[in-house]
C-alpha cells in the first residue's frame, strides 16, 4: 500500500456553490515535486517586465477560449485560462488558475497574453497544468436538515479551507471517477483525513471508509523502515511537504524546459543541492539578501549559518573552474554574478540558443535568491562538495501582507523599511506557505507600521504615524488622494478666468475659498504657500514615490506633476486613463494634459495643504454662445466676472452674468449672439455699482459614479471630448484670432491689480495654431505677500506674453525682466465702466441636419475591393480601391477640423442623419451616421452610431457625437454592404465562421463581381483572390464548409391554415376525385421563396447536397421532369433504388432514383406546405371521371381559373389530412351534384353533426389561469375539474334553463348515441339539463360525462337531446386537472387535500404544464396560500390498512370517490357516486408478508424489457451505473416520479417507526428489501444476492450497482413500495468484432459518468436477461460514432 501512495500538496478546496452541494469533497493538488511550481515561478519572473509592459487585450475579441494566459493576482503573475470569453457588466473577467485550481474575477487590465518571444514565455506556454482535480473518498456529506439532499456545511468548508488547504497529504489513489481521480488522504500519523471529519460531525463515512480503517491499521502496523516518512531528514524542509525521495535525488529538471537538442540526454544521472525550511520555532536574526516582489515574495539568509556563507565562499574561491558540459537546463552549476564579479553556487533554469557561441542561460543563484541571464562560458561545472552544504537563501513572504495590498507604493515602503533597519528578525508563523513575521532592531513589526500607515490613509489624515515619525525614511511614505473637499460656495461669486475650453464653457479661480461646516478660509496667498509646498518636498526628494506603482486603476485620484517648462509642482487629478498614459486635469488652474503614467507622483505622507479644496471651479455660461474659438478667448480670457451660481451638471456649474458693471464689456459684446437671457438682477441705475453680497451657502451636489462631491471627472472619464492632449506641458491648444480691439485688463473689485493685468499695455492678438506660452509661476521670493496677487494658471491666454514667448518656452531671464517691467503704476485698480443698458439677446438658430448622398449603382461591375468590418459571411462591409485615396484626403481633413474641441455636439440626432464621431479605439475622427439612442436612464446617454466609410457600428456617449459640417456629407458613404453570393441561405453563422472569414479577407484586396441588390440593400458578390499560387474563390471555400453542416431535416412541413368562411383557391393536380390538390389563389408570399429555392439548387453540382439518408416520409427537394425546375417534395415510398414523390406545393407525383433526391436546407422548411389535400363533400365517386368532366378539369388546371371552396371538415391532424370541399367548376356546376345526376356518386349522410368548440389551453408556465376558479368534481388530487368561470357556467346554465321549459325540446327526442358525440343530459337528482359528451353505450342507457362539471354518470337514451348549434361554440367549461406533485401524497394526505379543496369557494389557479390533455396545476386559498405545500406539511402519521394490498386494490376499484360540487351559491352533485372511507387503520405500518421477490423482480424486468422492445423510437433516460459497454443500466426519464415516491416512502417509513421494520432473522436470498447505502447514504430498494455471517450483497434494483453491507442497514421493505417493478434496466451495446480496448472503455465510462445528462436509447433484442441497446446517445454525444472509431483505429 505504501508504494502506492504519493504526496500531493492540496492547492485549493472547491468552495463554490456546485462544490458545496455534494455529496463528495472536489480539491486541486499538485503531485510533481514542489520544484517544479519554483521553477514555474522563475520563468513568470523573467518575463515579469515584459508582462507589465505589455499592452492589457482591447476586448475579449483577441482572447481565445481556454488559452493559457498571464494574470496579476494578489500582485503575481500567475499562468490561467479563461473557461469564457464574457465581460461582466463592470468590465470583470473570470479565470481559472491552472496551477493551483482556484477562480477569481479580475479586471480585463490585468490580464496578459502569451505572445511573447523568448524560450520563457514557450516554456510557460507549452508546461501543463501543476495541478490536478481529485475526489477526496470515504467521506461524504451528511444530509442538511429538512432536506434528503446532501450539501457541506461552512464550518466543514472553513475546517477544509484552514487546515487541508495548502497542507501536504499522504494520497492513496482508488481509481476514476469520471474524468476525476478519487484518493484517500492521510496525514503524516497515517491517520484518515476522513477520520477527523468523521469524529468532527462534519461529514459521514461513506462506503469505502471501513476499508480505509483496516489498511491504516495495517500500515501502522508496518516496521518503522517500511512507513512512507513525509520528511528523513531535518533538512528537506525548503519545499514544504511537497518533495521525497526520488524527487530530491535529481535536480529540478521539468521536462517542458528541456529544449530539443538536449532531449537525448534526458535520462543522464543527475544531481541536485540539499534543501532546508527556516526553523519554525523562535525568532531569527536574517539579512534580506534578494526583494523579487517586495514582502510578497523576498529572500533571507540566516546570520546564525554566516560561517557556512564564509565555507561556500572559500570553496568557490579555491575550486579549479571546469567549463560546464552537462545538460543545461535544471543542472546544479558555479556562475559568475554581474553584481560582484565572483563565482556563487548556481541553478540553472532556462537557456537560449544551446548549441551555439552565444548560448545564454538564466542562472537562479540558490545562496541570494536572485536570478541573472548569463553567457554559458561564465558557468562552470561545481564540484559535489559545494552540492553538500544546505541552500542559504530562504524564500519568504510576509504574513498578513493581503491585509495591506492596496497601500498604494507598499514595495516601496517595504524596501525602505528593509534597507533602513540595522538589525532584522523574522519568525515563522506559516511553514507550508514559509509565511513569516519581520521585526526591525526596536521589536516592532514590519507588517503593524505598514497596517498602521494603511489605516492611517484610509481615514484620510495626512500625519505619518507615530512610531515611524522619526524614522530617517519617513519622508517617503505617500498617501491615495481620491478625493478633495468640496468648495464652500456662495450665491455669487466673483471668479477670474484663467482658462477657457470651448465658446460657453471657463474655469474661473475664486478669490477665496472655504470649506463645508467651516468658517476658515483660504486665499491667494494660501495657493502660492501650496506651490511652495510642493516644490519644497518634492525638489529634496530623489526618488519620490509614482502614483502608479501597479497596474490598478488610479482614475479619479490626485497627484503632483512636475511641470517641466518652470521646473514647477502642480496638484492634478486622473481624468481619464489610457493604455501608457494618463489625462490629468490641473485642478486649481483648469487645463488638461495628457502624459505617460511614470511622470504622476504620488502625494508625500507630510504635506499639510494638499488637501485644500480646488482654488476654482469650471463654469458654463447659461446661454448658447455661437462666437468663434478664437473670439471667446479674446472676449473671456484674464478678466475678473462676477456670476450668480446655478447647479453643478456633468462637473461644471451652470451660471450667469450679474449686472456687475465688471461683466458690462462680456456683455455688450454677447448681446447680439446670445440664445437666451444670461444676466440676473440687473440694476436699473446706472449710478449704482455696489452689490451686496448675499449670505455663503453650501451647493448641494448629486452623486456621480466617481465622486461624490467633485463632477469634473465625468467629463473626462465618460467623454473624451473635453479632454485636450498637448505636446510639452499643461499648455492647451486654442487658435487666436487677429483684432485690431484694444483692451485693458484689470481687477474690478480689489484694491490691488493682478500682475498679468497690465493697464497700459496694449497687446494685438494675433492667429496661431500653436500652442499657448506657458505662464510663469509665482515662487516665494517673486511674490509681493503684501498685495496677495491672484496666483492665476500655469497656462497663459493669448493676449498674455506673445510677443516675448511666442511658443510658450521662456526662460528665467525672460521671468524676472518681466516681472521688472511690471511697475507698481500697473498694478492700480481701473474703474469699470457703467453699465447703462442690457442689449437685447437673440435666440440661435436651429441646428441643421443633413444626410448623405445615395451611393452609386454597382449591379453587373466588377470591382477591386478590400474587405473592411465583417457581421459574417452573409453581411460584411467592403470599400472600393478606386476610393482609397478620397478616404485618406477625408481622414486627414476630419482630424484637422474636429481636433478643435469647439466643434458643438450634435443635438436632437433624427436617426439616419449624418455626424462625426470620434473611434474608442485610435481616437481619430470618422463620418458617421446617427442610428439610435440607447437607455434615457443611464446615468450618461449613449447613442448608436454606424460608420458610414468602414461599416462598423458603435455605441457611445452622445457628447462623443459632433455635428457634421455640410462639406463633409457631399461625399457618398464608402461602404458597400455585401454578402457572398449563393450561401446566404444555408446556416446560421457562429462566431467560428465570422472568425474564419476575417482571417480568410481582411487585409487583402480582391476581384469582387457585384450582383443586384437584394431587398435589404446587400450586394451578392463573388470575391476572387489572385495571387502566384492561383485563383482562390472565397464563395467556393464558404460554400463547402456550409453545405457540410446541414443535416437531414428533423420535422415535416408545416400546414397551410383553412378558414371557415369560402376561400379561393385554384385546383392544381386532380387525377382521382377521391383526392385531389388546392391551392390558395393568392400565393405571390411565397413565389420569391420558391424562385429562390429553384436558383440554389440549379447551382448546386450533382454531387452537392445529396440526401443520402432517404426515409418515407422525409421532406427534400428533386427536379420535375416536365419542366426541368427544383420542388420541394416527400418521399411516399422507396422500392429499390426508386422514390416515389409528392411534390408538396402542387400534389402532382412522380418516381425518382435515389441519387437525384436533394437535401432540403432549414430555410425551406420555414414557410408552409401549398396546397391541400381534399375529396368531394357529400359522397364518393362509383366510376372514372369522364371525358367531359375530365376536360373542365384540365381547362381549369391549365387557365388556374379562380375557385371558391368551403371548406366543411378539416379531417385528422396526420400528414394525411383530408378535407372534404364543395367544388364548382365552371360549365359543370357542382361536381358532388353533376356526378350524382349521372348516377356516378355513392351519396352519403348530409346530416351535419354539431362539434364541440375545443377547449383553449394555450397557457403560459407559471400563468395564473383564474383567480375565482371553484373545484366542480374531484376524484383524487391528481384527477378533479376545475370551473375557471363560474359565472360563464352560470350563464349557460340559464340558456339551457330556458330551453328545457320549450314544450317543443321534451318531445323533439331524436339523438342517436355515439360516442364521443356532443349532447344535452337529463340528470335525475336535480331535474336540470346539462351539456355533457357520450362515453359508452349499452343496451338501455348511455354514460355520457358532464362536460362543464367533469363526472360521469349512466342516463336513459330518452333523456338524451341534440346539443344546439349556439351551445357548441362554447367549450367545455370544466377542465381536468392534477395537483402538482400530488403523486407521492400518502392516503391521509389525500383525504385532508380533497377536503380543503371542497370548502372552498373561490380558489386561485397556477399553471404549471399540460400532460396528456390534463393541466397540472398549483392551487392557491383567497390569503395565498399554497394548497399543495400546505398538504405536504401535514405531520406524517403513518396508518396502513391491516388489509392486504391485494384487497385494498379491490376495495378502491368498486368505491369510487366523489366530491361535493359548488355550484354558484347552492351545493349541487352531478353524477351517482359514494365516498369511501377508509377504515381499519392501525398505528404502525403493516409489513408485508415474506415471500421470494426474485420472482417479482424477473417479471418486473420482463416487462420493462417487453415495453422498451416494442418501442419505435428513442426512449429517453439516464445511464444510473455503467461498468463498460457490455454492461450498465437505465433508467428511464419517465420513471422520475416512481423513484421520488419511493425515496419519499422509504425515508418516512423508516424514520417514523424503524422499529416495526427491522428484520427479525437474516434475510432471503432473491428477496427485495429496503437498504441503506453505504455511499449515497440514503434508503434504496435492494435485492439480497450473497449472504455472509455478517454483512451480505445486495443489489440496487432500480440504480444497478451492487455492494456490500452490514445487516443492520437492512429493513423490510413497505408494501406500497413492493408493488414498483424494478426501475434500473440492465444493458449492453453489440459487441464489435474486435474487442474494445481499456482506453475506449474508459472513455466510455468517462462519457457516461454523470447520471444527469439526459441520454436516448434505442432498445433492440432481450438475451439472457441483458437488452441490447442499437443506438444510444448521451446528451449530444453519439457513443457508438466514437466507439467504432477506436474500433477502427485499432
Known amino acids: 500500500m505504501a508504494a502506492a501512495s504519493m504526496l500531493v500538496h492540496v492547492t485549493h478546496i472547491d468552495d463554490s456553490i456546485r462544490g458545496r452541494q455534494g455529496p463528495c469533497v472536489y480539491f486541486w493538488g499538485m503531485t510533481h515535486d514542489r520544484s517544479f511550481y519554483l521553477t514555474m515561478e522563475l520563468y513568470l519572473e523573467s518575463i515579469r517586465h515584459s508582462l507589465e509592459t505589455k499592452l492589457p487585450p482591447l476586448s475579449v475579441s483577441v482572447l481565445e477560449n481556454m488559452q493559457v494566459c498571464c494574470v496579476l493576482i494578489n500582485h503575481r503573475w500567475q499562468r490561467a485560462r479563461i473557461p469564457e470569453l464574457k465581460l461582466s457588466q463592470s468590465g470583470t473577467i473570470e479565470v481559472f488558475c491552472i496551477d493551483s485550481g482556484d477562480t477569481h474575477t479580475v479586471p480585463l487590465a490585468l490580464v496578459r497574453t502569451l505572445d511573447i518571444s523568448g524560450y520563457e514565455a514557450e516554456n510557460i506556454r507549452e508546461c501543463p497544468p501543476l495541478a490536478t482535480k481529485f475526489i477526496l473518498a470515504d467521506v461524504v456529506a451528511p444530509c442538511g436538515p429538512g432536506t434528503y439532499s446532501r450539501q457541506w456545511s461552512e464550518l466543514a468548508i472553513m475546517y477544509l479551507k484552514i487546515h487541508v488547504e495548502n497542507h501536504t497529504w499522504k494520497a492513496v489513489p482508488l481509481g476514476m471517477y469520471g474524468t476525476h481521480q478519487g484518493v484517500r488522504l492521510l496525514n503524516s500519523n497515517n491517520q484518515l483525513l476522513a477520520t477527523i471529519m468523521i469524529q468532527q460531525s462534519l461529514g459521514v463515512a461513506a462506503q469505502t471508509y471501513h476499508e480505509a480503517l483496516s489498511m491504516c491499521e495495517v500500515m501502522n502496523k508496518q516496521p518503522a523502515y517500511m512507513k512512507p516518512a513525509f520528511y528523513t531528514s531535518s533538512a528537506m524542509k525548503l519545499f514544504p511537504a511537497g518533495c521525497n525521495l526520488a524527487a530530491l535525488s535529481n535536480p529540478v529538471r521539468p521536462a517542458f524546459a528541456i529544449p530539443l537538442s538536449q532531449k537525448e540526454h534526458l535520462h543522464a544521472p543527475q544531481r541536485a543541492y540539499v534543501i532546508n525550511n527556516l526553523p519554525s520555532k523562535g525568532r531569527h536574526n536574517v539579512t534580506v539578501s534578494h526583494m523579487s516582489e517586495g514582502p510578497f515574495k523576498f529572500f533571507v539568509q540566516m546570520k546564525s549559518e554566516a560561517s557556512t556563507l564564509v565555507n561556500i565562499r572559500k570553496k568557490l574561491n579555491t575550486a579549479a573552474p571546469i567549463p560546464f558540459h552537462g545538460t543545461p537546463v535544471g543542472s546544479p552549476c558555479m556562475a559568475i554574478s554581474p553584481a560582484d564579479k565572483l563565482f556563487h553556487r548556481g541553478l540553472i533554469t532556462a537557456v537560449k540558443d544551446y548549441g551555439t557561441p552565444g548560448c545564454s542561460c538564466t542562472v537562479y543563484y540558490v545562496d541570494t535568491g536572485s536570478q541573472n541571464q548569463i553567457n554559458i562560458s561564465l558557468i562552470c561545472d561545481i564540484p559535489d562538495e559545494l552540492l553538500e552544504p544546505p541552500l542559504c537563501a530562504y524564500r519568504v513572504s510576509l504574513f498578513g501582507v493581503q491585509e495591506v495590498s492596496k497601500l498604494c507604493g507598499l514595495i516601496q515602503i517595504f524596501t525602505a523599511f528593509v534597507n533602513s533597519a540595522s538589525n532584522l528578525q523574522v519568525e515563522v508563523v506559516d511553514d507550508d506557505k514559509q509565511e513569516v513575521n519581520l521585526y526591525d532592531e526596536a521589536g516592532r513589526s514590519i507588517r503593524d507600521l505598514l497596517g498602521a500607515i494603511f489605516a492611517n490613509l484610509q481615514n484620510t489624515t495626512t500625519n505619518i504615524p507615530r512610531g515611524i515619525a522619526s524614522s530617517p525614511f519617513s519622508n517617503v511614505m505617500y498617501m491615495t488622494v481620491a478625493e478633495i473637499p468640496s468648495l464652500n460656495l456662495a450665491a455669487e461669486e466673483s471668479l477670474f478666468v484663467s482658462f477657457s475650453e470651448k465658446p460657453g464653457y471657463f474655469y474661473g479661480q475664486l478669490e477665496k475659498i472655504s470649506l463645508p461646516d467651516s468658517k476658515t478660509e483660504f486665499g491667494t496667498k494660501a495657493l502660492n504657500e501650496m506651490a511652495i509646498e510642493l516644490s519644497t518636498a518634492y525638489s529634496s526628494e530623489t526618488s519620490a514615490p509614482h502614483l502608479y506603482v501597479d497596474v490598478e486603476s488610479r482614475l479619479g485620484h490626485h497627484g503632483v506633476v512636475h511641470w517641466e517648462v518652470d521646473q514647477l509642482y502642480y496638484r492634478v487629478r486622473v481624468t481619464k486613463e489610457l493604455p501608457n498614459d494618463v489625462e490629468v486635469q490641473f485642478i486649481d488652474y483648469g487645463n488638461s494634459v495628457c502624459m505617460p503614467r511614470r511622470k504622476i507622483l504620488a502625494p508625500l505622507g507630510n504635506l499639510t495643504r494638499f488637501r485644500q479644496p480646488p482654488y476654482g471651479v469650471d463654469c458654463r455660461l447659461d446661454l448658447n454662445v455661437t462666437l468663434p474659438v478664437s473670439k471667446w478667448n479674446n472676449l473671456i480670457l484674464d478678466k475678473w466676472i462676477k456670476v450668480k451660481m446655478g447647479p453643478c451638471i456633468e462637473g461644471a456649474y451652470s451660471v450667469t452674468f450679474t449686472s456687475d458693471p465688471c461683466n458690462s464689456e462680456i456683455v455688450k459684446i454677447l448681446g447680439a449672439r446670445a440664445s437666451s437671457k444670461f444676466v440676473e438682477n440687473v440694476s436699473k441705475t446706472a449710478s449704482s455699482t455696489e452689490i451686496s453680497r448675499p449670505g455663503s451657502v453650501q451647493l448641494v451636489h448629486p452623486r456621480t459614479p466617481l465622486a461624490d462631491k467633485d463632477y469634473r471627472q465625468i467629463r473626462s472619464s465618460d467623454s473624451g471630448n473635453y479632454s485636450i492632449t498637448f505636446s510639452n506641458g499643461p499648455c492647451a491648444k486654442q487658435n487666436s484670432a487677429e483684432t485690431n480691439d484694444e483692451k485693458t485688463y484689470a481687477r474690478s473689485n480689489g484694491s490691488v491689480s493682478s500682475r498679468f493685468c497690465e493697464a497700459s499695455v496694449r497687446m494685438e492678438r494675433k492667429a496661431s495654431t500653436t500652442e499657448n506660452p506657458v505662464k510663469e509661476a509665482i515662487v516665494a521670493e517673486q511674490l509681493d505677500l503684501f498685495c496677495t496677487p491672484k496666483l492665476s494658471s500655469p497656462i497663459t491666454s493669448t493676449s498674455q506674453l506673445q510677443k516675448l514667448l511666442p511658443y510658450g518656452t521662456e526662460s528665467s531671464e525672460n521671468r524676472k525682466e518681466l516681472n521688472r517691467q511690471i511697475s507698481p503704476e500697473t498694478l492700480e485698480p481701473q474703474k469699470p465702466a457703467m453699465v447703462h443698458e442690457i442689449p437685447q439677446l437673440e435666440v440661435s438658430q436651429i441646428q441643421k441636419q443633413y444626410f448623405y448622398p445615395q ?64 473611434y474608442d479605439e485610435d481616437n481619430a475622427w470618422y463620418r458617421g451616421q446617427y442610428v439610435s439612442s440607447c437607455d434615457h436612464h443611464l446615468p450618461v446617454p449613449l447613442a448608436n452610431v454606424f460608420f458610414v466609410d468602414y461599416g462598423n457600428t458603435q455605441h457611445c456617449p452622445i457628447k462623443q457625437i459632433k455635428a457634421i459640417d455640410e462639406e463633409f456629407v457631399k461625399l457618398n458613404p464608402l461602404a458597400f454592404r455585401c454578402k457572398l453570393d449563393g450561401i446566404d441561405i444555408l446556416q446560421a453563422w457562429t462566431s467560428d465562421d465570422k472568425s474564419k472569414f476575417e482571417n480568410c479577407c481582411i487585409g487583402k484586396v480582391f476581384s469582387a463581381t457585384f450582383a443586384k441588390q437584394d431587398p435589404g440593400a446587400k450586394y451578392p458578390i463573388h470575391l476572387v483572390e489572385k495571387s502566384e499560387c492561383g485563383t482562390v474563390t472565397i464563395n467556393g471555400v464558404f460554400r463547402k464548409l456550409s453545405l457540410a453542416s446541414v443535416g437531414p431535416p428533423s420535422t415535416a412541413y408545416t400546414k397551410l391554415p383553412i378558414s371557415k368562411t369560402s376561400m379561393d383557391v385554384i385546383l392544381t393536380c386532380c387525377s382521382d376525385l377521391n383526392q385531389f390538390y388546392l391551392r390558395p389563389f393568392d400565393d405571390k408570399g411565397y413565389q420569391n421563396q420558391l424562385e429562390e ?35 420541394r417534395s416527400q418521399v411516399l415510398a422507396i422500392h429499390d433504388e426508386v422514390a416515389e414523390i409528392l411534390f408538396v406545393d402542387y400534389g402532382t407525383k412522380q418516381n425518382t432514383p435515389l441519387s437525384q433526391l436533394k437535401r432540403i436546407i432549414p430555410l425551406f422548411m420555414t414557410f408552409p406546405q401549398l396546397t391541400w389535400s381534399c375529396q368531394l363533400k357529400g359522397g364518393k365517386p362509383s366510376s372514372p371521371i369522364s371525358a367531359e368532366l375530365q376536360k373542365a378539369i384540365d381547362l381549369c388546371i391549365m387557365t388556374k381559373e379562380k375557385l371558391s371552396v368551403l371548406f366543411t371538415s378539416s379531417g385528422s391532424e396526420s400528414s394525411n389530412e383530408v378535407h372534404e370541399v364543395d367544388l364548382t367548376l365552371p360549365n359543370v356546376g357542382n361536381v358532388s351534384q353533376y356526378l350524382a345526376q349521372l348516377k356516378s356518386m355513392e351519396c352519403m349522410s348530409s346530416i351535419t353533426e354539431v362539434e364541440l368548440v375545443s377547449q383553449n389551453v394555450n397557457f403560459t408556465p407559471t400563468q395564473v389561469i383564474s383567480s375565482q376558479a371553484i373545484i366542480s368534481y374531484a376524484e383524487s388530487p391528481t384527477e378533479f375539474w376545475l370551473q375557471l368561470e363560474p359565472e360563464s357556467v352560470e350563464a349557460i346554465m340559464t340558456r339551457i334553463d330556458k330551453l328545457a321549459i320549450d314544450p317543443q325540446f321534451a318531445d323533439t327526442n331524436n339523438f342517436t348515441a355515439s360516442i364521443g358525440k356532443p349532447c344535452l343530459a337529463f340528470f335525475m337528482e336535480d331535474g336540470r339539463w346539462y351539456r355533457a359528451v357520450v362515453e359508452a353505450i349499452s343496451e338501455d342507457s348511455v354514460t355520457v360525462l358532464y362536460i362543464d362539471y367533469g363526472n360521469s354518470c349512466s342516463v336513459k337514451s330518452c333523456d338524451l337531446r341534440e346539443l344546439p348549434f349556439d351551445l357548441a361554440q362554447t367549450p367545455a367549461l370544466a377542465y381536468k386537472c392534477c395537483q402538482e406533485g400530488a403523486e407521492s401524497y400518502l392516503a391521509h394526505v389525500t383525504e385532508i387535500y380533497l377536503k380543503v379543496i371542497a370548502e372552498m369557494t373561490a380558489l386561485t389557479v397556477k399553471f404549471v404544464n399540460i400532460v396528456d390533455g ?25 396508518l396502513v390498512p391491516e388489509a392486504s394490498v391485494e384487497s385494498d386494490a379491490g376495495n378502491t376499484a368498486t368505491q369510487p370517490s366523489s366530491t361535493t360540487i359548488v355550484d354558484g351559491e347552492r351545493n349541487a352533485t352531478v353524477g351517482n357516486t359514494t365516498s369511501s372511507q377508509v377504515e381499519g387503520y392501525r398505528e404502525k405500518s403493516s409489513i408485508r408478508d415474506s415471500q421470494d421477490y426474485s420472482v417479482l423482480s424477473k417479471t418486473c424486468v420482463e416487462s420493462v424489457k417487453k415495453e422498451l422492445i416494442t418501442t419505435t423510437q428513442h426512449v429517453e433516460g439516464y445511464i444510473v451505473y455503467c461498468l463498460s459497454p457490455m454492461e450498465f443500466w437505465f433508467q428511464s426519464k419517465q420513471d422520475e416520479m416512481k423513484l421520488q415516491k419511493i425515496q419519499t416512502l422509504l425515508v418516512e417509513y423508516y424514520e417514523k417507526d424503524s422499529d416495526a421494520f427491522q428484520i427479525m432473522e437474516k434475510p432471503v436470498i432473491g428477496r427485495i428489501y429496503g437498504v441503506y447505502h453505504p455511499i449515497y447514504a440514503g434508503w434504496f430498494r435492494a435485492q439480497i444476492q450473497n449472504l455472509a455471517e455478517a454483512t451480505t450483497e445486495v443489489y440496487f434494483v432500480d440504480y444497478g450497482d451492487t455492494q456490500t453491507t452490514p445487516l443492520e442497514s437492512i429493513r423490510e421493505m413497505p408494501s406500497e413500495c413492493a408493488g414498483i417493478p424494478p426501475l434500473a434496466t440492465r444493458c449492453s451495446l453489440k459487441k464489435p468484432p474486435k474487442d474494445w480496448s481499456q482506453a475506449t472503455v474508459e472513455k466510455f465510462n468517462g462519457v457516461c459518468f454523470d447520471s444527469e445528462k439526459v441520454c436516448r436509447a434505442f432498445f433492440g433484442a432481450e438475451e439472457n436477461g441483458v437488452i441490447f441497446v442499437d443506438s444510444l446517445f448521451v446528451g449530444e454525444t453519439n457513443v457508438l460514432d466514437f466507439l467504432n472509431a477506436d474500433v477502427e483505429a485499432v
Open 1414 to 1438: 390534463v393541466l397540472h396545476v398549483r392551487i392557491f386559498d383567497p390569503e395565498g396560500t399554497d394548497l399543495g405545500d400546505l398538504c405536504s406539511e401535514q405531520p406524517t402519521d403513518v
Open 1093 to 1127: 429555392l429553384e436558383n440554389f439548387y440549379s447551382s448546386l453540382s450533382p454531387n452537392e447536397l445529396q440526401e443520402d439518408q432517404p426515409t418515407v416520409g422525409l421532406p427534400c427537394v428533386v427536379r420535375f421532369i416536365e419542366d426541368g425546375r427544383y420542388h
Open 855 to 918: 451611393q452609386p449603382g454597382l449591379s453587373g461591375l466588377v470591382k477591386n475591393v478590400e474587405v473592411v468590418s465583417v457581421n459574417d459571411p452573409t453581411d460584411f462591409y467592403v470599400q472600393l480601391s478606386e476610393s482609397f485615396a478620397a478616404l485618406d484626403d477625408l481622414a486627414k481633413r476630419l482630424n484637422l477640423v474636429y481636433s478643435d474641441e469647439s466643434k458643438p455636439v450634435v443635438q436632437n440626432p433624427t436617426p439616419g442623419s449624418a455626424c462625426v464621431v470620434q
